[in-house]
């Protein structure tokens, strides 16, 4: 015969581990985060596992003041990362218009908001951050590479597929030329754009989001 | 007397309920979002209930590209906001150094962490976002702004006022020339710095976290 408690005590752990998972697209399931000791990896986690930053442009409309707005972005379908950031943007929207005439863009990503960070405040090194910065470029629609970032994309942001065709969505990739990374004391890590991109290669598939 | 299935949901309520909150300093209760139509009272509602955001730069690393980096910040202690942004930033960090030699700043929010876009995609127009830009300034440590931004700093962050004294940690501002709000199909919506700043300075506390 089971005791109250013991019933109590199951129950409450049913409601805590709630029903199974259901595949939400755009909501990685958090697997751990790696090693401090491992830049390449924790970079490529936090670009695996967000799905939206912040994209800083030179502001045509502000003389050339920074300017960062938030987008949604990925880096590969679910479970299979590539490192790159695709993203779907409107001309309508000032930062593709900047990219357009200054390339020189910045992609700045947080661990916080995966709720991993706990109670270490956001700004705390062991919170790891991530900017890749480079270029912004319009990927051709006609290229292999536009299928495999609208299926990117749009697996990981359903509701992409069906945003206004009027608006004039594009693709666009950050071409990566440098990489910060803090995540632990002592300053930003050093990581190559080859380091970052080739991590994992070796791997049939990167298991990382 | 109590059957077991009473004692199972009453156990898992109280697990699931937890106990009585603690007074979380930098982690506001969500009050209601402000109406689309009230665009400073939403640009301030974003400045208020987050925490944490990316501020841009033109980075004196990088030749002059934008660099996003994310830091904490407040506007206020909680439940007192005022809608200045103040950062506590480490001159070992490129951002402070970058702003020291050029003052164009951005600094971007979103609404997507509090949780109050539900399944909406972040990029999403009604899941808002801010933009502000303007000049990052250093607060003189001796002024009584030092000790407002001081105080709004260190109860939403409480980890800030224990951070290393030799990594010199100094308080910045934004000071704000415009603002970037999208909330609702349709664009942005204009909002003045001064509308802005002003709103709800008629009543005793504005009551936004």
Chains 1, 2 share one sequence.
């Not at 945003?163 to 890590?189: R, S, V, Y």
């Amino acid at each position: 015969m089971l005791s109250p408690a013991y019933l109590a005590v199951a129950g409450a752990l049913l409601l805590a581990l709630g029903p199974p998972l259901p595949a939400f697209a755009g909501r990685p399931i958090i697997t751990g985060k790696p090693a401090p000791s491992e830049a390449a990896a924790t970079a490529r986690w936090l670009t695996a596992q967000n799905t939206w930053g912040v994209l800083s442009t030179i502001s045509s409309d502000l003389s050339g003041a920074p300017f960062g707005n938030v987008v949604s972005y990925s880096d590969g379908v679910p479970g299979e990362s590539h490192g790159i950031p695709y993203f779907y943007l409107t001309m309508l929207d000032p930062t593709a218009r900047d990219a357009l005439k200054d390339q020189r863009t910045s992609f700045t990503l947080s661990e916080f908001p995966l709720g991993t960070c706990g109670k270490i405040d956001p700004e705390n090194p062991t919170c790891a951050k991530l900017t890749l910065t480079g270029k912004l470029k319009l990927v051709d629609l006609q290229s292999s590479e536009a299928d495999l970032a609208k299926s990117a994309l749009f697996t990981k942001h359903p509701e992409m597929k069906d945003w206004p065709k009027n608006h004039h969505f594009q693709i666009f990739k950050l071409e990566i030329e440098n990489i910060f990374l803090i995540d632990w004391f002592g300053g930003p890590k050093p990581i190559s754009p080859t380091e970052y991109l080739e991590y994992g290669k070796n791997q049939v598939l990167l298991k990382l989001s």
